[in-house]
């Protein structure tokens, strides 16, 4: 259990609709990530919140966006949904994801979403 | 940019055997490097990573890695795979300083054979 807890786990909705996906980092961790995992693009960075603002943006598309709020757990807003976003959502924390590098991120057990 | 290319995305070995899992990396500056390890249905888990330091890292489960600047690689090696060893790794890097996201390798995906 590396502390990081997603929920939902499981997720099953129709295209146009819109989802939110919660994250609650590690206690003590002042940054979150988000990864999404599909089967033609591997694992991609989406987005990283620090002590509540945004830090760092990946690949995330516009239909897509997050927060980080002050009790520091984050979501993950998904809208207008396409079949394509069908993936496996991943949070991960870390203790600072500020300026010196290679701290550890601790995965949570991610949010699988279904696109129908 | 950063850049991760894993050889193989599939290995199957036997119980008992050598496991090495190959990671190459392409980074304008050497990076930081993890290997994350997911068994089935689960989330990520750290392996091991180099930072600094000694460039042979040992990690959890038996595993080690050794970083090798001159070749970019950093593979994953176990001297005797277990039947719990089968999962998918992925190796990853991160940038030195700023922005810490992981970039990661399409990942292999280890079959043990009994």
């Known amino acids: 259990d590396s502390g990081v807890t997603q929920t939902p786990k499981h997720l099953i909705t129709a295209t146009g609709q819109r989802v939110t996906l919660r994250c609650s980092p590690r206690s003590g961790d002042l940054s979150v990530y988000w990864y999404q995992q599909s089967l033609d693009q591997g694992l991609q960075f989406l987005i990283q919140?620090?002590?509540?603002?945004?830090?760092a943006k990946g690949n995330i598309l516009e239909r897509f966006s997050a927060q980080q709020f002050p009790d520091l757990h984050s979501e993950l807003n998904l809208s207008s949904l396409e079949l394509g976003d069908s993936a496996l959502y991943f949070c991960?924390?870390?203790?600072?994801?500020?300026?010196?590098?290679?701290?550890?991120?601790?995965f949570g057990p991610g949010t699988r979403l279904l696109v129908l | 940019a950063q850049s991760v290319t894993q050889l193989g995305s599939h290995v199957s070995v036997s119980e008992g055997a050598l496991v090495l899992l190959r990671c190459n990396y392409s980074s304008s500056v050497p990076p930081y490097l993890f290997w994350y390890v997911q068994y089935p249905n689960q989330g990520l888990q750290l392996l091991l990573k180099?930072?600094?330091?000694?460039?042979l890292v040992k990690g959890i489960n038996g595993f080690e890695a050794e970083f090798k600047k001159s070749e970019t690689s950093f593979h994953l090696t176990k001297p005797s795979a277990h039947m719990s060893d089968a999962a998918e790794y992925f190796c990853a890097v991160t940038r030195i300083q700023g922005a810490q996201k992981l970039v990661f390798g399409q990942g292999t995906r280890l079959t043990i054979n009994p």
């Open positions: 991960a924390s870390s203790v600072t994801g500020a300026g010196q590098g290679g701290e550890t991120q601790y």
């Open positions: 919140y620090y002590n509540g603002e945004e830090r």
């Open positions: 180099y930072t600094t330091g000694a460039t």
